[in-house]
Structure formats: structure tokens, C-alpha cells
């Protein structure tokens, strides 16, 4: 009597032509913002504001849950990938925009909100109120104009 199993792996190769979904946000951007993440940098950045909030006034509760989050952010990437919408405008690029030049409303320019992206641009993104608004909602409006763009097409 043989008592060898068989562990070989099933034929899971897909089909031809198959391209994986693209990306909405990256783990490796998850990870370099992290390195910021007692600001709540990578938090906002996968959509979780809430606690990026809470993350930036306890400078990540008291850099206790910064550190946990290392371990964290692989998760927080699945989730954004299922959540959000890939499309024309990449999230990250949109971040990165918002984060450095977002006073300046160039990522409002970028998501083609030409009105906004004016007077963010005249008014310092609304005195600095607007800026701190796109923290809270840059995913959504990025995830809203990829369904836009996905539906026209």
C-alpha cells in the first residue's frame, strides 16, 4: 500500500491574451509613504481618512500604530485594488501631484477640473481648507472620473 501523495500544483496559467487587471495604487508607493505614515500619509493614500486623521494628530498613535502598519500595508493595497476603479487618471500620480504642487491645484488640472484647478491656483487651494478636502476625497474623485471615462467608452 502507498501512502505518497500527489502534490503537484494544477494548471492555474490563464488563457491566452489574458492581461491582468492594471494597478489603482501601488505597494511600493504604499511603502515610501509610509515612511511619512505618522502623518497618516499612507492611510490617506489607500482611502482610509478616517484614520489617516487620527494617524496625523496622534503622529501615528503615538508611532505604535505606524509601526504595525509596516506590516499592514499589503492588505490596505488588496483592498484599494478592489475598491477603486482603474481608468485614465493613475491614483498615484494624482497623489503625487496633490501631495507636492496641490496648493497649486495641478491635480485638479490633471483630473480636467479646469475651474477648480484655477482657484486652487489663485487662492493657494483655497487658502490650504481645499487642499486639506482633496486628502479626504482624491480617491473618490479619481475613482469617479475612471467610471466616467469606463462607461463613455
Not at 8 to 21: E, N
Not at 51 to 59: R, S, Y
Not at 61 to 85: C, E, K, N, S, V
Not at 124 to 144: A, I, K, P, R, S
Request: hydrophobic content about 45%.
Amino acid at each position: 500500500m502507498s501512502t505518497q501523495l500527489d502534490h503537484s500544483q494544477p494548471s492555474t496559467s490563464p488563457a491566452p491574451g489574458y492581461l491582468p487587471p492594471p494597478e489603482t495604487h501601488s505597494v511600493v508607493i504604499g511603502y515610501i509613504v509610509w515612511i511619512f505614515g505618522f502623518f497618516g500619509a499612507h492611510r490617506f493614500y489607500y482611502g482610509k481618512q478616517i484614520t489617516g486623521t487620527i494617524w496625523f494628530f496622534t503622529l501615528g498613535l503615538a508611532g505604535i500604530g505606524w509601526l504595525i502598519d509596516l506590516f499592514l500595508i499589503p492588505g490596505m493595497d488588496r483592498r484599494a485594488q478592489m475598491r477603486f476603479t482603474t481608468g485614465p487618471v493613475d491614483y498615484t500620480i494624482a497623489w503625487i501631484l496633490l501631495t507636492f504642487l496641490g496648493l497649486f491645484g495641478i491635480h485638479r488640472f490633471y483630473l480636467e477640473k479646469w475651474f477648480t484647478g484655477v482657484i486652487y491656483l489663485l487662492t493657494g487651494g483655497l487658502f490650504g481648507l481645499g487642499w486639506l478636502y482633496d486628502l479626504w476625497t482624491l480617491n473618490e474623485q479619481v475613482d469617479q472620473y475612471n467610471r466616467r471615462a469606463a462607461s463613455t467608452n
